[in-house]
């Protein structure tokens, strides 16, 4: 579904991306792992179409990305939540699902992928007239979730949605993105939350300094000695 071919993006005189190579089939959860700077939020926003590569090439369902605005990678099915979620404040939170489905022109289409998201996320259907900035950060993390989710995309990218959350939201979050997969969705997800990533993960690519240093399964990279001394204090 997404295959990325020796990836390298620069800010400046910055290498944030080297030579990176990975890819994701249709029905997995990969997880990108890996410490503060190694790249994964520089890959995504490639992937989105938010920043250009120096080089590499990147193709989704065989379109080559690289040749795509943002908004047309969107449409054609790969969306990125955003990490520190970008909820619209001062909107409530129906307005910010509204949003996500600007995508559709048919009522019935928008209904029906509302009623899905309440399923998915009934706490956001108990706070519709909310405005969304008084949202709890784990409620706000669902919203992001379900305004990402209003486009119906095949790919669906997340950027560290347990960021800055209590035990007890994370393991929610962590649960909903088995669901959302269950139900046929894609998953790439970026995490320093290795444990947790790795877990719910088909396989997962270890970034250090903007390379891959290490692939495998979930499991595989769970048990491995780099990864439990680096990430999982082992
Ligand atoms: P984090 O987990 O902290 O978000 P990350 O793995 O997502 O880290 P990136 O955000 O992709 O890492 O950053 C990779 C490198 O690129 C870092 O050294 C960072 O300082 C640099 N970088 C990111 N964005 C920019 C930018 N807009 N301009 C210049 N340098 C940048």
Not at 36 to 55: E, F, Q, R
């Amino acid at each position: 579904m997404l295959k990325v071919e020796n990836l390298s993006v620069h800010y400046g005189m910055i290498q944030a991306v080297k030579d990176v190579s990975f890819e994701v089939n249709k029905g997995e959860i990969v997880s990108l792992i890996g410490a503060n700077g190694a790249g994964k939020t520089t890959i995504l926003k490639s992937l989105s179409g938010l920043v250009k590569p120096s080089s590499g090439s990147m193709t989704f369902n065989n379109d080559d990305l690289t040749k795509k605005s943002a908004p047309a990678i969107v449409k054609s099915g790969l969306v990125q939540v955003p990490e520190g979620r970008h909820i619209f404040a001062g909107m409530t939170v129906m307005e910010n699902l509204e949003l996500g489905g600007f995508i559709h022109n048919n009522n019935d289409d928008k209904k029906e992928i509302l009623e899905y998201i309440f399923e998915t996320f009934p706490v956001l259907k108990e706070r519709l007239k909310q405005d969304a900035a008084t949202l709890s950060g784990g409620e706000q993390q669902m919203l992001a979730m379900g305004r990402a989710l209003m486009t119906k995309p095949d790919l669906l990218l997340l950027d560290e949605p347990s960021m800055g959350l209590a035990p007890i939201f994370i393991r929610e979050i962590f649960n909903i993105i088995e669901r959302i997969n269950k139900q046929g969705t894609t998953i790439l997800l970026i995490e320093q939350n290795a444990n947790m990533a790795l877990k719910l993960s088909d396989r997962g690519y270890v970034l250090e300094t903007g390379q891959v240093v290490l692939k495998g399964s979930g499991k595989e990279l769970l048990e491995s000695e780099e990864v439990q001394k680096a990430y999982l204090g082992g």
